[in-house]
Structure formats: structure tokens, C-alpha cells
């Protein structure tokens, strides 16, 4: 069984928060478990909840959408939220929620090992942007560590608000570029040391 596998058999008896108690299904994440870019979302709705899969409702078809807009399909992206279990009547997750569901987001960070990562909205934004604001933010990039973060409006808000949808229509547009100067940056091999130096530092070595 895969580390991953083995990570959603954790997250699906995990009982840190209460709000487990009223969940159909965790929803920890699905995609290609060496996917380049990984998106992160907010919380399971409705219908992943009773699914137990992310971003399979409206916004999800959005999403799909937004994909199928860079010629991705989400089998080749990896995608998740920043907690597993849906907030009861989808209210904002709760700090504690957050806190308690960090661990879980990191082993996933650690298995994949994205090179690009994409936040849905201002809850996975404040985890890599602290203190930006997603209206000033947007679609613009941070490296970090050899990775790019990239901050996405959320596409359920983005759904019905026509100036978003268009916003986040452009931004999507920015990644296959992103992307692939992401994996350079990954591929970028170390210059080689000029011979003459290289004598110099094995003497003194000797
Ligand atoms: N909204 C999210 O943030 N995540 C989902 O999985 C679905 C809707």
C-alpha cells in the first residue's frame, strides 16, 4: 500500500475535532501522487462530503473547467483542502480546525512533494501568504525552498461573482508558464566546479 493510501486510512479515523462526529466521509485529497502542482481548497461541501472526494460539486466542475482551460486534467494534478472534514451547514473552518488538520496537510506536501503550489481562496492563502490580502495578491508568485506558491481566488466565490470569474480565469492562465519554470528551477543542476578549483580544494584536503 502506497504512504499516501496509508495517510487517507489515518485521516478517515481521525477524531481530533468534534465536527468529525457529524461527517458522512473525510475527504483528504486525491490525484497523481507525483503530481508537479498541487491546488488547495478550504473545506469539503456538501457533496464531497458524502463523497469523500474534493471539489467534486459546482465549484469542482469549475475547477475541472479552469483545468481543462491549461490542458490539465485533475488525474494529473494533485488536489485537496486546507481541512478534511466539511464544517457543519459549510461554515468557515475554525483556527483550532485548522491547526488540528495542519499535520495531515503537511504529510501530503512531504509525500508529493509539488513543485508548484496553488491556494483556492484566503484560508490556504493565509497558511503560505500570511497577512496578504487575496484582492492585492492574486495571481502572483512567491518562491520559496525551490518551490513557487500561487494565490487563486476561490472558484466558489469566483462562480457567481462575474468580475472573479474572470480573474481567476486569467490567473489559471498563468500557470502552464509557472509550471514549467517551476521544474526547471527543480532541475537546475548545480554549475561544475572549474577543474583548477577543484584540484585546489582536493589538495587541500590532503
Ligand atoms: N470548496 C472547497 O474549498 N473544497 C472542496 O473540496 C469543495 C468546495
Not at 502506497?2 to 473525510?26: G, M, N, P, Q, W
Not at 485529497?29 to 456538501?46: K, L, S, T, V
Request: aromatic share 6%; charged share 20%; hydrophobic share 40%.
Amino acid at each position: 500500500m502506497s504512504a499516501l493510501t496509508e495517510l487517507y486510512k489515518e485521516i478517515a479515523v481521525c477524531h481530533k475535532c468534534d465536527i468529525a462526529r457529524f461527517r458522512t466521509k473525510a475527504v483528504p485529497g486525491e490525484g497523481a501522487e507525483n503530481a508537479d502542482i498541487m491546488f488547495i481548497g478550504e473545506a469539503p461541501g456538501y457533496h464531497e462530503d458524502q463523497q469523500g472526494r474534493p471539489f467534486v460539486g459546482p465549484a469542482g466542475k469549475f475547477l475541472d473547467d479552469l483545468l481543462a482551460s491549461i490542458h490539465l486534467r485533475r488525474q494529473q494534478v494533485y488536489i485537496t483542502n486546507v481541512i478534511k472534514t466539511r464544517p457543519p451547514n459549510n461554515r468557515d473552518p475554525l483556527p483550532i480546525e485548522i491547526a488540528n488538520c495542519r499535520p495531515w496537510l503537511d504529510r501530503q506536501l512531504e509525500l508529493i512533494h509539488p513543485r508548484m503550489i496553488v491556494t483556492l481562496g484566503r484560508y490556504s492563502m493565509a497558511m503560505f501568504f500570511p497577512g496578504k490580502s487575496i484582492s492585492k495578491i492574486h495571481g502572483t508568485v512567491q518562491k520559496q525552498d525551490g518551490v513557487l506558491y500561487f494565490a487563486m481566488y476561490h472558484p466558489a466565490a469566483a462562480l457567481h461573482q462575474q468580475s472573479l470569474r474572470q480573474a481567476i480565469q486569467a490567473d489559471m492562465l498563468k500557470i502552464p508558464a509557472l509550471l514549467a519554470e517551476a521544474k526547471n528551477m527543480a532541475e537546475v543542476k548545480p554549475e561544475p566546479v572549474p577543474q583548477p578549483q577543484l584540484q585546489a580544494q582536493q589538495l587541500k584536503m590532503l
